[in-house]
């Protein structure tokens, strides 16, 4: 099997990260948690432009018809750069839910003009900024549906940029693949997940290659040394694991992408904690960056599915219990 990216996808990828890194992300998402929502409804136009929101919208729509290996190199980056916004249920689960109809909000979807958002109880039982959300989906027991009229109720979040809300109202069903929306959404939250671990890494090491103590930087000392390469090793473990879910067959894929969400977890997990003991008692300020992927990471870590559901799914797929 063959896990290098194309030149395409490496493009791209860059193209993410340099349009991203000037973005002033952080403050994006500070606003985004503020419900000033402007800053980052602008950014997720200037994403249309590189088309990110068209990547799994089918081409006769307007769409890309893209792979799910193009939508974790976007994800990843996405994660990296901790963009807030509906994005996992606006570029990979709607797109998935309507595509296989001719629904003519999927052009709207690829020029990134209409935002969606998802209920999925148990693993998602809160819709993500369904304030801003113009299609509000419910999966429930295999079949998916369009909330009418939903009635919102915001909920507090640990991840002030993720507004959540409970959703409730009429559901009109849809002739749609819920369980593979799911998977893919269940993907896409890993690469995030793997974005902002190595986001996490990148700061710690950066901050203690300039950061002295005792006359000498942190670096040189060998427990600082010690908990990075426990960082860099989770992480290196887990972006296999997520790249293989991406070109898993479509009988697998319940199976890889769980076992890619419980992966980017536990990488990403380490990845901040290390994060915290690195930069000490800085970290916890908020107008440090570290802030927005701490909270992120927890926040993604138990939505789309705890790591106990995704280790059962695992053991089942494994053990041919279901």
Avoid: C
């Avoid at 039982?125 to 919102?152: C, W, Y």
């Avoid at 969400?261 to 960056?289: C, F, M, P, S, W």
Wanted: avoid cysteine; aromatic fraction near 4%.
């Amino acid at each position: 099997m063959r896990f290098q990216l194309s030149p395409e996808q490496r493009q791209f990828s860059a193209s993410l990260h340099e349009l991203l890194s000037g973005a002033d992300t952080p403050g994006v998402a500070r606003a985004w948690a503020e419900g000033r929502h402007e800053p980052g409804l602008k950014l997720l136009r200037r994403l249309a432009e590189i088309g990110v929101p068209a990547l799994l919208v089918p081409e006769e729509a307007g769409g890309l018809g893209a792979t799910p290996v193009d939508v974790v190199v976007a994800f990843e980056a996405l994660g990296y750069h901790a963009v807030p916004g509906p994005l996992v249920e606006s570029v990979v689960v709607a797109p998935t839910v309507l595509g296989a109809s001719s629904d003519r909000r999927l052009s709207s979807l690829a020029e990134g003009e209409l935002l969606a958002t998802v209920q999925a109880p148990p693993e998602v039982p809160l819709a993500l900024d369904a304030d801003v959300a113009d299609l509000v989906l419910s999966m429930n027991d295999g079949a998916v549906g369009e909330v009418v009229t939903p009635r919102l109720e915001r909920v507090r979040s640990i991840d002030p940029a993720r507004r959540l809300f409970t959703v409730d109202g009429e559901v009109r069903l849809l002739d749609a693949d819920a369980a593979r929306a799911f998977d893919l959404g269940v993907l896409a939250v890993a690469a995030q997940l793997l974005g902002a671990g190595q986001w996490l890494l990148d700061a710690s090491t950066a901050y203690a290659k300039q950061r002295s103590q005792y006359g000498r930087l942190i670096g040189e000392y060998q427990a600082i040394k010690h908990l990075l390469a426990d960082a860099v090793t989770r992480i290196e473990l887990a972006r296999p694991l997520v790249y293989a879910a991406a070109v898993a067959p479509d009988s697998l894929l319940s199976r890889d992408a769980s076992a890619a969400k419980v992966g980017a977890a536990e990488a990403a997990n380490l990845a901040a904690r290390t994060a915290l003991q690195v930069h000490g008692a800085i970290g916890y300020t908020a107008e440090h960056d570290l802030g927005l992927r701490l909270t992120k990471v927890r926040a993604l870590a138990g939505t789309w599915g705890s790591g106990t559901f995704h280790r059962a799914r695992v053991l089942a797929a494994v053990t041919g219990s279901r």
